[in-house]
């Protein structure tokens, strides 16, 4: 009995290695498969050749099994293939830290932003005057840092409320950040404007409204300018890197992203901040990750706290709005900040080190 147990345990042995053969097999044919479906822009889960394939199976089951237990079995098989696919798609990203490990640095002129350094962009919502700019790019500077934000062409909720200046206030944007030397960040938000927008600004923002436009992130990709992508206000982690891929994958590396807080059912804050966000992003991709604290919060009683939990959990800046005299802002008066808080704000920040006065890593 015993001889005859050893065969039969070999025997086994070698079903299992012909097993594992046939499985590598067919992982290597989903692979290609995969490839193909990808050049082809098709769904990589495809609900009827599992069921054409899980027919095929049961109809010339021999036994012992039953067709309830061939389907599972074969069923994980297909799971297992399928995420075989969706992680060589992973791997493929240009975004991806597994394409390139190191952390990217995005150059805007001479100013780095990534890597070591931690940066702050601060200004107002929306360019209301050259004077209301002027006051807060005064600031902005007298801080140490280097970008200046100012919303020129504003998607709004309400087609009533203010849509910004466009061109002019792009104008105004770069007039005053050229008297103050600093580096313009504002929103486009139409593809056909980004040629004309890149007279003015140094850096392109694309906002959560428009982060799965597709025509015009591939504009963007074909942009000689860096670009701050936000995120959806509903978009997954996955959904923000593939927007982010978008612009990448025609030719722009050069982009940083934004965290700017989902759309939940929570009333105490404009929106909910996804602190667990940072981190991933900094795990999946190499781009830098900023923490807008202003859209996130929608308070001002509570950016302090938001800013130092995001740059505790790995992001390389913040975004800010400020303003002169926010109870007379034409948009969003309710959360941005004045300039005297704005320098305390900056003064608390640099108590916590993130700015130490002899040597400085804001930028």
Known sequence: MGHELDRLRQQMDEVNMKILELLSRRAELAQMIGEVKKKQGINRFDPIRERSMLERVTAVNPGPFDDDTIRHLFKQIFKASLDLQQKDHKKALLVSRKQHPEDTVVQVGEVAVGGKS??????????????????????????????????????????????????????????????????????????????RAEDYIDVIQIGARN????????????????????????????????????????????????????????????????????????QESHLPVFVDITHSTGRRDIQLPVARAALAAGADGIMLEVHPDPAVALSDANQQIDIPQFEAFMEEMRKNGVHPAADPVIV
């Open 118 to 195: 931690k940066t702050v962009v601060a200004g107002p919502c929306s360019v209301e005057s050259e004077e209301q700019v002027r006051q807060v790019a005064r600031a902005v500077r007298d801080q140490g840092l280097s970008f200046l934000r100012g919303g020129a062409f504003k998607p709004r909720t309400s087609p009533y409320d203010f849509q910004g200046l466009r061109e002019e206030g792009l104008r105004i944007l770069r007039k005053v950040a050229d008297e103050f030397q600093l580096k313009v960040v504002s929103e486009i938000v139409n593809p056909v404007d980004i040629e």
């Open 211 to 282: 982060m799965q436009n597709f025509e015009l992130l591939k504009a963007a990709g074909a942009s000689r300018l860096p670009i701050f992508l936000k995120r959806g206000m509903s978009a997954t982690v996955e959904e923000f890197l593939f927007a982010a891929e978008y612009i990448v994958s025609k030719g722009n590396s050069q982009v940083m992203l934004c965290e700017r807080g989902i759309r939940t059912y929570e009333k105490w804050t404009r929106n909910t901040l996804d602190i667990s966000a940072v981190p991933l992003l900094k």
